[in-house]
């Protein structure tokens, strides 16, 4: 570039501190903005692979990752009475996947991401565009906290519920497309049930429940739920989400009582709708989508994250291949990611029904498919082709 360019990037999650990263290696003056008070905590634990673990290598960000995620052991599901039903031991996916795999809480990745690039760009928390206007070969940025800035390239990184996708696209409201569930996901300390690397979780039509231990004495309990059964509920509010939880899940037997009393003590609820953005464009003019903002594959598909890190690091690379032309890079960008992501989509659309499947008959099904998935060889036939994502990741001129 033959000038130091300027690029604001929204979303301080996953996605957008890795863009912040990449594109500061390719030259870029970058400003991270997040309307947060600060990075948020909390989540759920993600399975983490494919392209976007070796994104996170080519970060540095290998070693740490290993250190600071799990290699769980097993899934297990349960009956009312705790007694086994079904169970997939770690090896069988391990051996699909060939041994590049971590799981990992959500908050802690985007926190190593942000470190790896918060020295080398300028973070602003607690702000948010609130307009854009087109300005020649920029665009022109309002922000909630006061004043207007121009940026050659604006990035919407900031998730499902993108605030730069509303604002650049304004015929967007229809790309997000719930796939019939809600998640929530509570950390507590001292629950009183502990199965180290182990899921355990029990199921009844429509909803389901999960726990796993962590290392410092807290345990994540994650919930899955068909979305019919909050209808008419409040969910803006800890209060109501708690109230909500409490009232599905106090006849699943099992743990119920400990579940119960985890939530009533939690701090503080995950929440949110289980969908997918189907954008026809990631990009106009100066302005491009990353991640959920542009192709969420639904917390519930296991490589979110994943091709969050990859896009970032594709639109950066592709930027400096392209000598900074935002139109020219963000078209190859979408045509080298949107083919996989359409195939991951359509996978993932069948996965809330093998979370919480919502008749017996479902139930039984899905209990069946997961002891035969305990065979190594059954294991690569059926779980192969859904992990494996055929995607190459290029090498591109970034420092």
């Known amino acids: 570039m033959s000038r130091s360019r300027r690029a604001l990037i929204s979303g301080a999650g996953i996605a957008g501190p890795a863009a912040a990263y990449w594109l500061s290696q390719a030259g870029w003056r970058v400003t991270l903005v997040d309307n947060a008070p600060a990075l948020r905590s909390g989540g759920y634990m993600i399975d983490f692979w494919g392209p976007g673990l070796e994104v996170a290598e080519r970060m540095g960000l290998g070693a740490q990752l290993r250190a600071r995620g799990y290699r769980f052991g097993e899934l297990r599901f349960v009956g009312r009475d705790g007694r086994q039903l079904a169970r997939l031991r770690g090896e069988s996916v391990a051996g699909a996947l060939g041994e590049r795999y971590v799981s990992i809480l959500r908050a802690d990745l985007s926190a190593m991401l942000f470190a790896r690039a918060a020295d080398r760009v300028e973070t602003r928390f607690d702000d948010e565009a609130t307009a854009l206007w087109d300005a020649g070969e920029q665009a022109e940025v309002s922000f909630r906290r006061g004043g207007r800035e121009r940026f050659d390239l604006v990035v919407g990184a900031d998730g499902l519920h993108s605030n730069i996708r509303r604002l650049a696209f304004p015929e967007s409201r229809g790309w997000l497309r719930p796939l019939g569930y809600l998640a929530a996901a509570i950390t507590v300390e001292d629950y009183p049930h502990v199965d180290p690397l182990a899921y355990v979780s029990r199921t009844v039509p429509g909803r ?189 001129p970034l420092a």
């Open 208 to 396: 389901q429940v999960a726990r796993y231990a962590l290392r410092d004495g807290r345990t994540t309990l994650f919930f899955i739920f068909a979305a019919e059964l909050a209808k008419g509920r409040r969910l803006d509010d800890l209060a109501g989400q708690k109230a909500l939880l409490t009232d599905l899940y106090r006849d699943v037997g099992w743990e119920a009582r400990e579940v119960l009393a985890a939530i009533d003590r939690a701090q503080e609820v995950y929440m949110d709708a289980v969908g997918q953005v189907f954008a026809p464009a990631w990009s106009r003019g100066p302005y491009v989508l990353v991640g959920d903002a542009a192709y969420c594959l639904s917390l519930l598909a296991g490589e979110g994250a994943s091709f969050a890190l990859a896009g970032a690091y594709v639109l950066a690379g592709e930027l400096a291949r392209a000598g900074g032309r935002v139109r020219e890079a963000a078209a190859a960008y979408e045509a080298m990611l949107r083919p996989v992501v359409t195939r991951k989509q359509r996978s993932a659309r069948r996965l809330g029904g093998w979370f919480a499947p919502r008749t017996r008959p479902g139930l039984v099904l899905r209990n069946q498919l997961t002891r035969l998935m305990s065979a190594p060889a059954l294991s690569r036939l059926i779980a192969g082709p859904m992990l494996d994502d055929g995607f190459a990741l290029p090498d591109y």
